[in-house]
């Protein structure tokens, strides 16, 4: 398919698309008029870069992960290792969001007794 097709199916911008490209985050297949044609290996590529970005992953980690990936199924134990070190980074930060989480419960638990007590 054609980069704003490509574009509409993944909810990015044309120019983001080419900007991942110069970033070698992809590589689509070009046509022999040299248009970019994208598969179905593609939308899901993205997909996965758009978790990983959703998650915080740094884009330097992301560009890491897409070298391994392009090196072939002999880099799957590396790979592994990059995605293992940003779960423990993001079972981290979950943990202390929920911890915020629910130390803003307990404070706004205290408001709510106030106001009951205060209430006429």
Same mark, same amino acid.
């Given at each position: 398919?054609r @980069? /704003?097709a490509? !574009?509409?199916?993944?909810?990015?911008?044309?120019? *983001?698309?080419?900007?991942?490209?110069? +970033?070698?985050?992809?590589?689509?297949?070009r046509?022999?008029a040299?248009?970019?044609?994208?598969?179905?290996?593609?939308v899901?590529?993205?997909?996965?870069i758009q978790?990983?970005k959703?998650t915080?992953?740094p884009?330097?980690? @992301? /560009?890491?992960? !897409?070298?391994?990936?392009s090196?072939?199924n002999? *880099?799957?134990?590396?790979?592994?290792? +990059?995605l293992?070190e940003?779960a423990e980074?993001?079972?981290?930060r979950?943990?202390?969001?929920r911890n915020?989480?629910?130390?803003?419960?307990?404070?706004?638990?205290?408001y709510?007794r106030?106001?009951?007590?205060?209430?006429?």
């Amino acid at each position: 398919m054609r @980069i /704003q097709a490509f !574009a509409e199916m993944t909810g990015l911008t044309a120019h *983001t698309l080419r900007y991942y490209e110069k +970033l070698g985050l992809l590589s689509p297949q070009r046509s022999a008029a040299g248009h970019r044609d994208y598969r179905q290996n593609d939308v899901d590529w993205v997909a996965f870069i758009q978790r990983l970005k959703a998650t915080d992953m740094p884009l330097e980690a @992301i /560009q890491r992960y !897409a070298v391994l990936r392009s090196q072939g199924n002999e *880099t799957a134990a590396a790979r592994r290792a +990059l995605l293992a070190e940003h779960a423990e980074r993001l079972a981290q930060r979950l943990a202390e969001q929920r911890n915020h989480l629910e130390r803003l419960q307990e404070k706004m638990a205290w408001y709510d007794r106030e106001l009951i007590k205060n209430s006429p």
